[in-house]
């Protein structure tokens, strides 16, 4: 594993232990487990002594991210698109693929799904699955084993707030486009959260739902085409290419670091006073996209100009998380400044391209 993620990864273990939350030998199904967050995920639990399984279909994770978890004992890589079903514990089922020698489940946690802008509009309908299908049968697994349920949501449920609702209360009910180039992703989240309700109404489900703003650090995926505002920057000022801002960049964004998102996740999953709750993981500290880019630049000592485009059509104006419940309910906040956690991920992309 990379030296700095693997300190990252030791740190949130300690802040975790300190507060007594531990996974030991909890059975922990982690969908979309080799992706940015969940192979954080999976990193903290398998050194949490807790049996980790991770789901994934490389839709946009990789192997790359849990390679080094491959032949530990309490780890496991399924291959599977959690927009079909599978089963753990039974030996048959005429609907989908079974796992007899998984008997026990305590925890389920989705977090499967592709969540950068460009692949909107590559794979919408993959998108609307993984968060309604795929919340549908990871629920199932959860009832079938009366498990908990986490569900990675996001602030895109908000959509586009007016001022009044910035920074974002989790009450606040959204201004989203159902028909718009996002709603694959905006709107299928605010149907897993529906389905995650049904399935707590009807079946006395045990479920919780973060809902995560903007999150950059190590193994997020990177490159021209990937849409995240985070890894664009860095990826284009590392290569001194033209840093493209979309609108005049006076739109805001808060920016969390990795670690501190993996922990306010953790401590929410084992938290008992999150049970029913959504909870809001993020900054509440506001940036404007130019003075993102300018920090950037600075870090990267950068020869990169700013260019501005056009602002993609729904493009919300400013994000801002209100954190109080975060505070009360988890005793969490952010802790990373926010060119501590740059210069991490910076750290961590010229790692990538050493010898390139
Ligand atoms: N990173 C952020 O800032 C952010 C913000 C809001 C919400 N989220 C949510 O957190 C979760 C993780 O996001 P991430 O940033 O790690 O993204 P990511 O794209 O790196 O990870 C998603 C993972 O899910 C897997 N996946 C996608 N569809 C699948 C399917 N049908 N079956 C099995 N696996 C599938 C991908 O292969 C990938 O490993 C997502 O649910 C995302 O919506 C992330």
Known sequence: MDYSISNDINDINKRLLDEGVSFENKTILVTGGTGFLGSWVCDVLVKQKANCICLDNYASGSKDNIIHLINKNNFRFIYHDISKPIYFGISSHPNGICLSNIKKIDIVMHMASRASPFEFKDFPISILKSNTLGTMNALGIAKTHNALFFYTSTSEVYGDPPDDAIPTPESYFGHVNPVGPRSCYDESKRAGEAFIK?????????????????????????????????????????NDLDITVFGDGSQTRSFLYVSDQIEGILKMVYNDNAIGEVINIGNDKEYTILELAN????????????????????????????????????????????????KKTIQWFREQHKGN
Do not use: M
């Not at 739902?209 to 920057?233: A, D, H, K």
């Not at 104006?317 to 956690?341: M, Y």
């Open 295 to 342: 920090v950037i630049i600075e870090l990267t000592n950068s020869n990169s100009k700013v260019i501005f485009k056009g602002l993609p059509i729904d493009d919300p104006k400013r994000r801002s998380a209100d954190i109080k419940k975060a505070r009360n309910i988890l005793n969490w906040e952010p802790k990373t400044p926010l060119k501590e956690g740059l």
């Open 198 to 238: 049904a399935y707590e109404l009807q079946h006395n489900l045990e479920t919780k739902i973060v809902r995560i703003f903007n999150t950059s650090g190590p193994r997020i995926r990177y490159g021209p085409e990937f849409g995240r505002v985070v890894p664009n920057f860095i990826y284009q000022a590392i």
